[in-house]
């Protein structure tokens, strides 16, 4: 039987032992008591209010055991219906004193991640000059990532809890805006020592996918949330700033989309088009030697991050991914997934190193 459908079969198995309630996917507030029923036409938003009201759990809530989902795409799009048609500045004033000022935390830690005033400004700013012509998509995605039956993040979440078994996230998943930042992160909202625990999603992002794309985005940062549960039992922040970390960490996470989605285009699982894919399987060899003199000079994370966020133009855009899935390609010949994902940062490294020479060698021969 195809892989995906047997998905399918066991996702019915899993859906019925888990769930038992929980038609909607509740919207939670950080720190919010739940509020008093009251009469409502939108039949969503009264059950929500109910579960809230009884104590019961979303259907998501249920998958993810120990986390709650906080959307905060509602106050973005009341934050919209007020500001849409004010000055910039007056924007920015509302902005920080309403979305920003509810979700501090978020936007510390996920968004802003220390950056200076000026900068925040400037992110800000262009955050709230683009994202009007988002918002017809934005509320379509509200719609879709809150109804469990069409949810594509309900049916990641229920992948996961049948290809991997044990994954249990810990943590809250947050749906709000990145501010263009990013599509999906592990960001560290759930501890004090700057480790990566929880997943966000940048909601004007993924509000502009497509629907195969939006399942391999999710599918591919629930991946990291899983791996990292591991990989932070070994490792620190620090490791973060080694190249060969985050080229293992995205390899892997693209092999598990694959593993997962076998029928679709590699393509999709990169991010890649037509030309992107064929200029990097031509380049491989030559990206692989480059690549491996980071690795073996220890070079700082500002000459390797290019390759992952396409901010350097001399290295090609998200070349780290594709390298990344190579090495873990190969590397599945001899161990499993779940092998490769318990092993130690050093254990990657030497792997990494290893597979990267042997590419490079088939380039210069």
Known sequence: MHRRGRVGLLALVVLGIVLSAAPTLARVQPSAPAQSATASTAADSAIGTAQAQSGQRSITERLMENGRVINMIDDLLGFWAQARNQPLARQRWFWRRTVERKYADYFERAVYRGADEATRRAILDDYLTRAPERLEALAHFNQLITDPGVSPLVQELIDFRVWFRDFRPKTDIYIGPSLFRFDGAIRPLGNKDGVPDT??????????????????TLAHELFHLYHFGFLFDHASPEDFKTAHIPLMIEGMAV??????????????????????????????????????????????????????????????ARGGYFLGQEIVRRLLTVYTLDQLVRMKPYELKARAEHQMHQIAQVHVL
């Open 199 to 216: 997943l966000c999603l940048g909601a004007e992002v993924l509000a502009d996918y497509e629907p195969d794309q939006l399942r391999m």
């Open 255 to 316: 092999a598990a989309t694959e593993l997962l989605y076998p029928t679709l285009d590699r393509r999709i699982h990169l991010h890649f088009d037509d030309e992107e894919l064929a200029a990097q399987e031509k380049q491989l060899g030559a990206n692989a030697a480059r690549f491996l003199q980071l690795m073996t000079s220890s070079a700082p994370p500002e000459q390797f991050e290019g390759w992952f966020n396409s901010s350097d133009p001399d290295v090609p």
